[in-house]
């Protein structure tokens, strides 16, 4: 199902461990080397044909192409202040090829109740150490493909996120990931670990920036763990260069009455997929997942969603949205779990598309595996144009054939974005999205 | 000004859509300032597609004749030009506008026609106020403006929403498709009222209908009858009273008879 990887991925793994030397943890050594060893065994999943999970995404190019990691990297703060959304009020953290900058970041101001820490920094403090050894890769594990195998043979830079109990943190944590290197293409293994402990919430961004002339490639794994009763509100913004690659896996888990919202953007890259795993493993909790996903030129974008019902009582809501123009191309995979004895699951999910050109296309796959009873499920998903007739509708009430359609495809997107319930980003987000909507007009 | 004039004037006009199907064979009809004229005939007569390609509705093929509106061969104008020039449908089945808030959408096309007009665009304060003093009529409830325009509304809410429409465009020619169907009476005396107090001697209203219970509430100048994309027959107010108590086929049934 995979090929071999490119030579350079064991030049740079071996030159990380010359570097790192005897300054990381047993455990974490461990942890790398066993990932790295599965990464070279299985490769990557080139293979589509009866490989369901990537049947719609050819990884081909990517996986052929060399890409060198630069761990140390010092950019001038001019050259991306302009890429990066913050707002003064919140708490912004900037990584430079995956590693954190803390000269730049505003580290030190944060509230009470939430602390961040490099695991290579973890060290020092036992409670902390043992924290991130118990559950880094707990539920992103090394085996599942092989960039997830990739990702944790460099994951020294990751960062762990941790609430406190009952600390409800109201300033968003703004995590701005840049792709830059002074070698092309490069390649930047950004990792973080979140956990909400019982009755604490988080706002939390994650925003991928990139310049748009270089070719590179974003492997990022997340793992975001909710205990009971705790809330997390997730945003995510694709933002990278046209010539970019992003490979994005996020992993989350829900304990007992707990809530988890996600809202992702995406506009960016060559070839994206975001692979997001929701487990409900405690009784009456709620996931909520909404995305907009704007293509163009020959773009691909993959959203691969899976949400796990394991317990009863659990609510899940899936509703992705997507606008695709020219010769792009969009894959969404949602599939909803219901395992048994889970009872009681409430559960939909929708994916809804625009095709604003013949060429565009798009592959929506929903699924549901219900293995319960007394559950309420549904699904669907629609690909389409603007329909005529309610373009007519608007044009007979004097509203212009191009602004009628603006106004449709506006209407379209704000459903996502109205999901946003941080002012500045959603304002940010209108800008980005909807001022870069294409002047779209119908022909008769 | 163009008073005693005629606003509309359809001259021999021939409708098809794809595959040569015929739906208006010949129609004339001319509609002048101040008059309600009312259209009345059996399903599939052609009384839809008449308002429909009045309103410039893509998908219809003009065989022949011509429709002059306001002095001016609109025959082949876009149907926002017609809109923008005083032409108003309200739609059998109204449009739901997915993620367009009601309130957008009624802006948008206030400031479409002034600007066709030369008139500067409402300020949000002052277009608030002119929906405030609209919404009364049809007794809309604001919370409904907030909304995508149509989405989840009733089917009374809907026709109400077109009369709201009516009201704020203020065209110089509005054509009611089957606006009653469908409505309760207490929804009928609603859009009732809107299109009354909407109607002056400065416009026209063209009402397609099935029923006789909205021209209670409206003083209608000619009842005309479709029948196979025709008018077969013209009268006043009491025609509306005759259809209602016998049907259309002895008007048929008459034609016939005189061939």
Known sequence: MT?????????????????????????????????????????????????????YTNISKLAKTSFSFEKENILQKSNYKNLIISDDSWINLTFINGALQTDISKIKNFEKGITVTKFSDAFGNPKINQLIKDNLSKFSQ???????????????????INVDENAKILNPINLSFISHSTVTPNVSYPRILIIANKNSSLNIIENYIGDSSIQSFTNSVSEIML????????????????????????????????????TSFSKSSKISRYDLKVNIEGENSYCNLNGLYLTSGTQHIDN????????????????????????????????????????KTDSIQSDKNLLLSDEAE??????????????????????????AE???????????????SKLLINGFANEIIDCVNIPGLKKELEKLFLESLPKYKLEF | MIKEKSLLEIKNLHVSVDDDIKILNGINLTIKLGEIHVIMGPNGSGKSTLANVLSGRPGYNIDKGEIIFKGEDITSQDPEIRARNGMFLAFQYPMELPGVRTWQFLKSSVDAIRLHNELPELKIKEF????????????????????????????GEKKRNEILQLSLLNPTFAMLDETDSGLDIDAL????????????????????????????????DYIHVLMDGKIVKSGDKSLSLELESKGYEWIRESILKQS
């Not at chain 1, 798009?362 to 329909?387: E, M, R, W």
């Not at chain 2, 049809?138 to 149509?150: A, D, G, I, P, T």
């Open chain 1, 3 to 55: 090929t071999s990887v490119p030579e350079q991925y064991i030049k740079d793994y071996k030159n990380l461990n010359s570097q790192i030397n005897q300054s990381e943890p047993n455990w974490l050594n461990d942890l790398r080397k066993k990932a790295f060893q599965n990464l070279s065994k299985n490769g990557f999943p080139t293979k589509r044909k009866g490989n369901e999970k990537w049947k």
């Open chain 1, 142 to 160: 090394i085996d599942e493909d092989g960039f997830t195998s990739l990702n944790t043979a460099f994951i020294n830079d990751g960062i762990l």
């Open chain 1, 227 to 262: 205990e009971d009763s705790s809330k997390i509100s997730h945003y995510r913004l694709l933002n990278e260069g046209q010539n970019t690659f992003h490979i994005e896996s996020s992993r989350v888990n829900l304990k007992s009455n707990s809530t988890f919202e996600s």
């Open chain 1, 304 to 343: 691969y969603i899976n949400i796990d019902h394991i317990k009863p009582k659990g609510t899940s809501r899936l509703n992705y949205k997507g606008i695709l123009t020219e010769k792009s191309r969009a894959v969404f995979g949602g599939t909803v779990w219901v395992r048994e004895g889970a009872m």
């Open chain 1, 362 to 387: 798009v592959d929506s796959k929903p699924a549901l595996f219900i293995y319960a009873d007394d559950v309420q499920c549904a699904h669907g998903a629609t690909a389409g144009n603007i329909d």
């Open chain 1, 390 to 404: 309610t373009i007519f509708y608007m044009r007979s009430r004097g509203i212009d054939l191009e602004t009628a």
């Open chain 2, 128 to 155: 608030d106020k002119l929906l405030e003093e609209k919404k009364e009529i049809v007794e809309m409830n604001s919370e409904l403006l907030k909304r995508s325009v149509n989405e989840g509304f009733s089917g």
């Open chain 2, 189 to 220: 005396q609603i859009v009732a009222k809107g299109v009354k107090n909407y109607h002056n001697n400065n416009n026209s209203v063209m009402l397609v209908t099935h029923y006789q219970r909205i021209l209670n509430h409206l003083s209608p």
